[in-house]
C-alpha cells in the first residue's frame, strides 16, 4: 500500500453529480452533449454517505480524470467531505497510476473504510475489465488495484458500470453488466466481511431477461435488495 499522491488540479467543494448516463452503450452519444467526459467526468461523480468518527456526515466522491495530461491516460480520483462545512476530510487525490481506468463507484464500509470499483484495461482498443481499491481508515491510503475474478476483460465481452453495495453484515456486493447488446447480462460476486476484501465466484441471476444492463442497486431498510436494470422489449 500506498499513500496517494496530491493531484494536478483538484475540486476545493463537492460539486453536484449530474444526472449523465453512464450506460455503456450510451456514453459515445452523451460525449456530444459534454465533450471531455471520457477525459474527466467530475461533473459526473459518484457519491456514497457515511458517518465518521465524530459523528460528522462524510461524502465519499470518486471520478476519473487525465488530470491535464496525454489524452486518454486517465486516474482514479477520490475526495472525501465534511458534508456539514463542504471542508476536505481527505483532499483529492488519485488512488490508481496512469492508465486507462474509468467510470468508477464507490461504497462506503464499515470501519471508516471504502471501496472504488472500476473499469480498467491495458489500453484503450481492448475491452475493460473491472478492479477495485480498498481505503484504510483515513481514506488516504489505498490497496494496489485488483482484478475481478470472472469480470476479466475474456473473449472479447468487456465487463462495464461496476456498482459496489455495502451489505448489513459487512460485507460487499458488487454488480457489473458483462457484454454489450443482446448478449448482456449482470453479474454479482460477493465479498465476505472481514479487513481483506476478496470477492467471490459471479453468477449471472437466472430470473433476468437477455440483454440486462447497466444495473443500480438500492438496498432497503428491511434489508432486501432492490435492483433497477435496462432490458430490450421482447
Not at 170 to 197: H, N, T
Request: glycine content about 10%.
Amino acid at each position: 500500500k500506498g499513500t496517494a499522491a496530491p493531484a494536478a488540479k483538484v475540486p476545493t467543494k463537492p460539486v453536484q453529480t449530474a444526472a449523465a448516463p453512464r450506460k455503456h452503450e450510451l456514453r459515445k452519444a452523451y460525449a456530444m452533449y459534454r465533450p471531455g467526459i471520457d477525459n474527466d467526468n467530475w461533473p459526473e461523480s459518484m457519491w456514497a454517505f457515511t458517518t465518521g468518527a465524530s459523528g460528522a456526515e462524510i461524502g465519499l466522491q470518486t471520478w476519473h480524470s487525465a488530470g491535464g495530461e496525454q489524452w486518454g491516460l486517465r486516474r482514479i480520483y477520490v475526495a472525501a467531505w465534511d458534508r456539514k462545512t463542504n471542508q476536505p476530510v481527505a483532499p483529492a487525490a488519485p488512488i490508481t497510476t496512469r492508465g486507462w481506468s474509468q467510470w468508477p463507484a464507490v461504497a462506503a464500509l464499515p470501519g471508516r473504510r471504502a471501496l472504488v470499483a472500476f473499469e480498467t484495461a491495458t489500453n484503450g482498443e481492448l475491452p475493460p475489465a473491472i478492479a477495485y481499491c480498498v481505503s484504510d481508515s483515513d481514506y488516504l491510503t489505498w490497496s494496489a488495484p485488483a482484478v475481478v475474478e470472472g469480470a476479466e476483460a475474456a473473449d472479447e465481452q468487456g465487463s462495464f458500470d461496476p456498482l459496489p453495495v455495502a451489505m448489513p453484515d459487512g460485507g460487499v456486493l458488487l454488480l457489473w453488466q458483462q457484454g454489450a447488446g443482446r448478449q448482456a447480462r449482470i453479474m454479482p460476486a460477493k465479498a465476505e466481511p472481514g479487513d481483506a476484501i476478496r470477492f467471490g465466484t459471479p453468477f449471472a441471476p437466472q430470473a433476468l431477461p437477455a440483454g440486462a444492463t447497466r444495473p443500480v442497486v438500492r438496498l432497503a431498510g428491511d434489508g432486501q435488495l432492490h435492483l433497477l436494470f435496462q432490458s430490450a422489449l421482447t
